[in-house]
């Protein structure tokens, strides 16, 4: 099992800044790969950043320039440092341990979720 804890969101203003973080915990020794997901209200769960632990990183286009992904593995920590927020980066963020699905699918969600934290873009 994993344990994964979301912390960091809040409101901010328009061109504003935010870092998340995810706190990882339990069985992590065989996680090589964390990404951030987010959700808007009436919409699906969409990617936002990830990496792997070969320092491989992917971007949602929307974000691509604004966000950064990386980690500190002394600290077991994911974070998702956000620049110039739009209203639009509105949603819930959520942090998740990738899974491996073969050399076809790739990376791609795995089973363990934080609970989410809130991010408000507005004036």
């Known amino acids: 099992q994993v344990q994964l804890v979301e912390s960091g969101g809040g409101l901010v203003q328009p061109g504003g800044s935010l870092r998340l973080s995810c706190a990882a915990s339990g069985s992590i020794s065989s996680i090589n790969a964390m990404a951030w997901y987010r959700q808007a209200p009436g919409k699906g769960r969409d990617l936002v950043a990830a990496?792997?632990?070969?320092?491989?990183?992917t971007y949602g286009d929307s974000v691509k320039g604004r966000f950064t992904i990386f980690g500190d593995n002394a600290k077991n920590t994911v974070y998702l440092q956000m620049n110039s927020l739009k209203a639009e980066d509105t949603a819930v963020y959520y942090c998740?341990?990738?899974?491996?699905?073969?050399?076809?699918?790739?990376?791609?969600?795995?089973?363990?979720w934080g609970q989410g934290t809130q991010v408000t873009v507005s004036s």
């Open positions: 998740n341990a990738r899974v491996y699905y073969g050399p076809g699918a790739g990376y791609g969600p795995g089973p363990y």
């Open positions: 990496f792997t632990s070969g320092s491989s990183t």
